[in-house]
């Protein structure tokens, strides 16, 4: 059964600050995703993450993905307070085509001013 | 708004009754997700189509839990005699079939939250 672990599971962070979360998983795969979610809202996506070595930034946020220490990181640079939301990870075990996903527990993100 | 839509938003039940949700994908996706979210938990995978064929089951959907897309359009997922145990949002998400993984990103609508009292 294929495991999916962030962590940290909560993290609160000052405006400007750096910091990195991070999303194990437990079986090959070399496709996975971020989410964002924010409170009562639904899941938007941030990055798709499709071979070892993959690096993708959008403002703010930059991910990267190594298959071969199944591991996928998620680094915030100079925090601001609209990054405050919760964070998911989540992989996709089936190569060749997107199917279910396993999601991790998610890791809530706070920016304090 | 093109975007994945469900309805009701909310819905709140008696333990017994049955439920039915609805979901409408982004019109050309031709695969359509259903998800369970618990609170402070990440989405757990139920059931998939592809077109009007439900592919995938999750030993998570008990018998309780039935699933249709008529059409290949929109689904309805049911839960009859509901439990308090099935309060969750009910996520479902589309994506577009293909060799290129880029387009198989799934695309979430805002849920239905149930809550069964």
């Known amino acids: 059964e294929l495991k999916v672990e962030q962590n940290p599971l909560f993290l609160s962070m000052q405006e400007g600050k750096n910091y990195t979360i991070y999303c194990n998983y437990s079986t090959t795969s070399d496709r996975l995703y971020w989410y964002r979610q924010d409170p009562g809202k639904s899941l938007e996506s941030l990055f798709v993450l499709l071979s070892n070595g993959a690096v993708k930034q959008e403002g703010r946020l930059m991910a990267s993905l190594d298959t071969k220490a199944r591991l996928s990181t998620l680094h915030i640079t100079a925090a601001v307070h609209d990054l405050s939301a919760t964070y998911f990870c989540?992989?996709?075990?089936?190569?060749?085509?997107?199917?279910?996903?396993?999601f991790g527990s998610g890791t809530q993100l706070t920016v304090l001013p | 708004d093109t975007g994945v839509s469900q309805n009701p938003r909310h819905k709140i039940t008696k333990r017994g009754q049955n439920v039915t949700f609805r979901c409408d994908p982004i019109?050309?996706?031709?695969?359509l997700y259903w998800y369970r979210q618990t609170l402070g938990q990440g989405p757990e995978f139920l059931t998939y189509?592809?077109?009007?064929?439900?592919?995938?089951k999750s030993r998570l959907l008990s018998d309780r839990f039935s699933a249709e897309r008529p059409k290949g359009s929109f689904s309805t997922l049911e839960i009859q005699r509901t439990e308090q145990g099935d309060s969750a949002m009910y996520l479902c998400?589309?994506?577009?079939?293909?060799?290129?993984?880029?387009?198989?990103?799934?695309?979430f609508g805002p849920g239905t939250r149930l809550t069964v009292t």
């Open positions: 998400a589309s994506s577009l079939g293909s060799r290129i993984p880029r387009i198989n990103e799934q695309y």
């Open positions: 019109s050309e996706h031709n695969r």
């Open positions: 189509f592809q077109n009007e064929a439900q592919l995938e």
């Open positions: 989540a992989v996709d075990p089936t190569s060749g085509s997107a199917r279910q996903l396993t």
